[in-house]
C-alpha cells in the first residue's frame, strides 16, 4: 500500500481538500485505483453535532457517517463511496483507545498518547487504506490523507507523530508527503514571499515529517526565482513545487497539476512510474471548459438559514452546478434569508424585506434546502406557496419538503394552524411528526441516517422519469421527523402526491404537485450521491424546469450523456436544446 499525505501550513482554508482530492483524481486517471482517509484533530466523535455556522455541512455517507464536507469533494472528485471510518476524528481515537482501557486490553499498563494513542492512529489508517471504495474487489493501490488544521496547532500534534512515525515504519517508496503551504504577495512590494512557507517547512521538519513536494497557494503562477529559493531553503527540488494559483473553478485544479507534472513527482517519490499510464482526463476537461464558457444564465433562489456561510450547503451548490453544466447554463444563486421573508422583517427593515422579495420573484426556480430550528421557517413556507401558486419550478429538500405540506395543508385544506411537531407541539394539525424510533434526549447519530431505499408509487410521475423510470431509488437521509402518515390520504386528495415512499409504505420520501410544471420534494438529501459526471436527478430536473427543457430531459429518462472531448452534450436533448453552458456564481478561488 502507498500512502499520499497532504499537510497545510500558514493559514487554514487554503483548500486542501480540493488539492487532495485534485490528486486522487490524477492518480486514478494514471490508472491506479484510490482511496481517500480525512483526519480530523477535533475532539468531536464525528460532525454531526456541529453547528453548519461554524463547520459548514454536514456531509452524510451511504452507511450513515456524519462527516467533514470535505469527504464530500472526494466522493464527488473520486466518484467512489466512502465509509465513516475514512473520516478519523480525535474523538474517535481517543473513545477507541479508553474504550480498550475499560475492558483491560492494555493487561494494566499506563494508557498514554505515545505509544497508545499514536499506534491506534496507525493501526486505522492501515486497516481503513485497504478497504477498496470503488465497488471492485481487492484493496486500492494508494490511499490520499488529509491531515485537517495547520501544522502547529496542538489539537493534531498526536496525529503529526503518529504520521512521522507511520512514515518510517512503511518505508521510503510507500509514502509521499504534500504540504500545501501559503505564498502571499504584499501588496505594498508587488513580490511573492517565501518567508512563511519556509517557517511552516521548519516547522514540520522539526516534528518529524519532510514535505517532498511543495504545492503552493498563491493568487498566480510562482515566479522560477521563487521556486528556487524556496527549494533551497525547504530542501525540496524545483521539480516537486507545483503552484496552485487562484482559478474560475475548482476543476481546474487536477488540470493546473497535471500541467506541472505532479502526478510524475509523487509517482516517482512512490514507486509507481512504470505502473501507471499517462493521465486521461480528456472527458474531465471537456466538462472543465463548458463550465469555464456557459454565458446563459439560470437563476436559482435559495431559501435557507445558513446563508450567511456558503460552505453550509456546499452539497447543494454542487449538485445544482452539476445540473447546470449538463444543462449548459451559467448557475446564478440568489441568496435569500428566509427571516428577511417574514412579516416581522417587513415591520422592522421594509427594505431588507422588499429586496429578498425581489430576489425570489426574479429567480427562475426557488430551492428550500433541509435545517433544524424553527428561525426562518415561516419566510421557508412564504417561498413555497409562492412557487406553488405562480408555476415557479420548486425544489424542497428534508425541512423543505415537509415545509411544502404544511403550506398545501395551510392553504389548500384550510387547516391554518397545520405545522410540524418540531416547531408547535400542540398543533391540531400536525402534519410532521417526531420520527417514533428517534431519541429526544441524544443529539448525535441518533437521527435516520445514511442511504435508504424509496419505490415509485406513480410509474409516469416527474420524479420516477427523471431516475430513469426507475422502480425504487437509494438516498441518503438526515432528519427526525416527517410526513404524519395519518394525514396523507387527506392531502392527496386535494390534489398533492406523494409519489415515493418506503418499503412500509408509511414513510414519504417523494411529493409532487402533479398540476405544477415542477414542484417536487424529497425527505431524503439528493445532493450527496450527485457527481460532476452523473448529475443527482431531483436537481437536473429543477435546473431543466427553471431553464424551460424539462421536457427534452424527460423525454430521455433523465439521461445526461457524458461530455465528449469537443465539448457538446452528446446526442442528449439538452445539447439539442441549449448550446451556450454554465457556470456557478460561488468559489472562484481554490477553497471548496
Given amino acids: 500500500m502507498k500512502y499520499v499525505l497532504v499537510t497545510g501550513g500558514v493559514v ?18 494514471c490508472g491506479l485505483r484510490v482511496t481517500s482517509i480525512k483526519i480530523d484533530p477535533y475532539l468531536n466523535t464525528d460532525a454531526g453535532t456541529m453547528s453548519p455556522f461554524e463547520h459548514g455541512e454536514v456531509f452524510v455517507l451511504d452507511d450513515g457517517g456524519e462527516v467533514d464536507l470535505d469527504l464530500g469533494n472526494y466522493e464527488r472528485f473520486l466518484d467512489s463511496t466512502l465509509t465513516r471510518d475514512n473520516n478519523i476524528t480525535t474523538g474517535k481515537i481517543y473513545q477507541s483507545v479508553i474504550d480498550k482501557e475499560r475492558k483491560g486490553d492494555y493487561l494494566g499498563r499506563t494508557v498514554q498518547v505515545v505509544p497508545h494513542i499514536t499506534d491506534a492512529i496507525q493501526d486505522w489508517i492501515e486497516r481503513v487504506a485497504n478497504v477498496p471504495v470503488d465497488g471492485k474487489e481487492g484493496p486500492p493501490d494508494v490511499c490520499v490523507i488529509e491531515l485537517g488544521g495547520t501544522i502547529g496547532d496542538i489539537e493534531s500534534m498526536p496525529f503529526i507523530e503518529a504520521l512521522g512515525q507511520f512514515s518510517y515504519k512503511v518505508g521510503p517508496g510507500n509514502f509521499c508527503l504534500v504540504h500545501v503551504s501559503l505564498v502571499p504577495v504584499l501588496s505594498v512590494v508587488g513580490e511573492q514571499k517565501t518567508k512563511p512557507t519556509q517557517h511552516s517547512v521548519r516547522g ?49 485544479v487536477p488540470l493546473m497539476l497535471r500541467d506541472q507534472k505532479a502526478h510524475e513527482a509523487i509517482l516517482k517519490e512512490l514507486h509507481l512510474l512504470s505502473n501507471a499510464v499517462k493521465p486521461d482526463l480528456a472527458e474531465w476537461t471537456a466538462r472543465t471548459k463548458i463550465y469555464d464558457t456557459l454565458r446563459d444564465p439560470v437563476r436559482i433562489a435559495m431559501v435557507g438559514k445558513y446563508t450567511g456561510l ?36 417587513a415591520q422592522e427593515t421594509p427594505d431588507v424585506h422588499k429586496a429578498a422579495w425581489d430576489l425570489l420573484k426574479g429567480a427562475d426556480g426557488i430551492l428550500v434546502p433541509g435545517g433544524f430550528g424553527d428561525r426562518g421557517v415561516q419566510g421557508k413556507i412564504l417561498a413555497t406557496k409562492y412557487a406553488r401558486e405562480n408555476q415557479v419550478p420548486f425544489l424542497g429538500i428534508c425541512l423543505g419538503m415537509q415545509l411544502a405540506v404544511v403550506e398545501f395543508a395551510r392553504s389548500i385544506l384550510g387547516f391554518h394552524d397545520a405545522n410540524s411537531t418540531e416547531f408547535e407541539p400542540e398543533t391540531s394539525s400536525p402534519c410532521v411528526i417526531f420520527m417514533p424510533e428517534g431519541s429526544t434526549t441524544h443529539m448525535g447519530g441518533t437521527m435516520r441516517l445514511g442511504s435508504r431505499r424509496t419505490y415509485f408509487q406513480v410509474a409516469d410521475c416527474k420524479s420516477a422519469k427523471l431516475y430513469g423510470n426507475a422502480k425504487f431509488v437509494d438516498e441518503r437521509h438526515r432528519h427526525r421527523y416527517e410526513v404524519n402518515p395519518d394525514m396523507i390520504s387527506e392531502i392527496e386528495k386535494a390534489g398533492l402526491s406523494f409519489v415515493g415512499k418506503d418499503e412500509t409504505g408509511c414513510r414519504m420520501e417523494i411529493v409532487e404537485l402533479p398540476s405544477h410544471p415542477y414542484f417536487v420534494g424529497a425527505q431524503f438529501h439528493p445532493e450527496f450521491k450527485s457527481r460532476p459526471g452523473k448529475p443527482s436527478a431531483l436537481f437536473l430536473g429543477l435546473i431543466a424546469a427553471a431553464s424551460g427543457c424539462l421536457e427534452s430531459v424527460l423525454q430521455t429518462g433523465g439521461n445526461v450523456n457524458k461530455v465528449t472531448i469537443n465539448g457538446i452534450a452528446n446526442g442528449t436533448a439538452m445539447g439539442k436544446v441549449h448550446q451556450n453552458g454554465n457556470v456557478y456564481s460561488n468559489g472562484n478561488g481554490l477553497h471548496h
Fill in 12 to 29: 487554514s482554508g487554503l483548500g486542501k481538500g480540493v488539492t487532495a482530492s485534485s490528486i486522487g483524481l490524477l492518480l486514478q486517471a
Fill in 204 to 252: 514540520l521538519r522539526s516534528l518529524g515529517l519532510t514535505p517532498n513536494i511543495l504545492a503552493c497557494r498563491s493568487t498566480k503562477a510562482l515566479e522560477e526565482n521563487v521556486k528556487t529559493k524556496l527549494s533551497q531553503f525547504c530542501h525540496v527540488p524545483e521539480v516537486n513545487i507545483v503552484t496552485l494559483y487562484d482559478v474560475p473553478n475548482i476543476w481546474h
Fill in 310 to 345: 456558503t460552505d453550509s450547503y456546499l452539497s447543494v451548490l454542487k449538485a445544482l452546478l452539476h445540473a447546470s453544466v449538463a444543462c449548459h447554463k451559467k448557475l446564478v444563486i440568489e441568496w435569500v434569508a428566509a427571516s428577511d421573508l417574514e412579516e416581522i422583517t
